[in-house]
T-cell receptor, first 112, second 113 residues
Framework: QKEVEQNSGPLSVPEGAIASLNCTYS??????FFWYRQYSGKSPELIMF????GDKEDGRFTAQLNKASQYVSLLIRDSQPSDSATYLC????????????FGTGTRLQVTL | DVKVTQSSRYLVKRTGEKVFLECVQD?????MFWYRQDPGLGLRLIYF???????EKGDIPEGYSVSREKKERFSLILESASTNQTSMYLC????????????FGPGTRLTVT
């Protein structure tokens, strides 16, 4: 089992809809969770991070963490074509201070 | 804003050459990281550093070495480049001391022929 897993997609949503991206992780001791956006040919860009259980909202983006079920989600409201990118989930696994383990990413396509 | 810069966006080297990739961050971050990214394999950690002159092996250190002589600068060295080291190389930094969010540089696409 991979330590951080994401569905590779593509996930296709119409413009204006909510895109829901999911990430599961294997280590119950994981402390911190991060979402990055990566456009083709570019480097990953940090969108948001979450340390505790519950939701965190930043503009159109919401991160949801469920520690009991060991998954973290990213919701993108009012999806725009400019949101089309690969979204990487990263987890600071227990006992790996400051190191992040990345999933392989989910490709999101927002269609007109 | 955090700024992480890398010495080259594109680099073409020959097999057997010694290759230096440089990374500089301007936010006084404690931690710096080198990754490579390949299609289908995601981001893989090569080396990281928690402090000046400190280095730790990541998941795939073979064929690479690093140097951190100053806090803001972290260099990745390919001692003898091989074709299987053709990849996108990404440098990142994070503040440290409980703040582990990483910020990436623009990347260097290295081709070894």
């Amino acid at each position: 089992q991979k330590e951080v897993e994401q569905n590779s997609g593509p996930l296709s949503v119409p413009e204006g809809a909510i895109a829901s991206l999911n990430c599961t992780y294997s280590d119950r001791g994981s402390q911190s969770f991060f979402w990055y956006r990566q456009y083709s040919g570019k480097s990953p860009e940090l969108i948001m991070f979450i340390y505790s259980n519950g939701d965190k909202e930043d503009g159109r983006f919401t991160a949801q963490l469920n520690k009991a079920s060991q998954y973290v989600s990213l919701l993108i409201r009012d999806s725009q074509p400019s949101d089309s990118a690969t979204y990487l989930c990263a987890v600071m696994l227990g006992g790996t201070a400051s190191k992040l383990t990345f999933g392989t990413g989910t490709r999101l396509q927002v269609t007109l | 804003d955090v700024k992480v810069t890398q010495s080259s966006r594109y680099l073409v080297k020959r097999t057997g050459e010694k290759v230096f990739l440089e990374c500089v961050q301007d936010m006084d971050h404690e931690n710096m990281f080198w990754y490579r990214q390949d299609p289908g394999l995601g981001l893989r950690l090569i080396y990281f550093s928690y402090d000046v002159k400190m280095k730790e092996k990541g998941d795939i250190p073979e064929g690479y070495s690093v140097s951190r002589e100053k806090k803001e600068r972290f260099s990745l060295i390919l001692e003898s480049a091989s074709t299987n080291q053709t990849s996108m190389y990404l440098c990142a930094s994070s503040p440290g001391t409980g703040n582990s969010e990483q910020y990436f540089g623009p990347g260097t696409r290295l081709t070894v022929t």
